[in-house]
Nanobody, 119 residues
């Protein structure tokens, strides 16, 4: 059974930092593009950043210059370092794993971790 388990969320003051982790029980973890999404109350889930199998990264405009996504294939883990946090970053953050396999898209989600940015 595939599991993605996020950790590292919490309450932080504006300007602070958090590091989210997502540990994946995925066979062939290195074959998956890994992403972080977030969903704020009353809003749709949106992409924050993703990292491909070759470690190419892409960020939402709101995350550029402040967030960094990285992966450790030896630990089956993806990270999201978030700096200079703003109240508008408050959301539930979800880890996502995706790959193409045999003509099918395999996609998995974690349960989410709450990030609250408030003074």
């Amino acid at each position: 059974q595939v599991q993605l388990v996020e950790s590292g969320g919490g309450l932080v003051q504006p300007g602070g930092s958090l590091r989210l982790s997502c540990s994946a029980s995925l066979a062939a973890f290195s074959m998956y593009t890994m992403g972080w999404y977030r969903q704020a109350p009353g809003k749709e889930r949106e992409l924050v950043a993703y990292i491909t199998t070759s470690s190419f990264t892409n960020y939402a405009d709101s995350a550029k210059g402040r967030f960094t996504i990285s992966r450790d294939n030896a630990k089956n883990t993806v990270y999201l370092q978030m700096n200079s946090l703003k109240p508008e970053d408050t959301a539930v953050y979800y880890c996502n794993a995706e790959r193409q396999f045999g003509g099918t898209t395999l996609k998995y989600w974690g349960q989410g971790t709450q990030v609250t940015v408030s003074s």
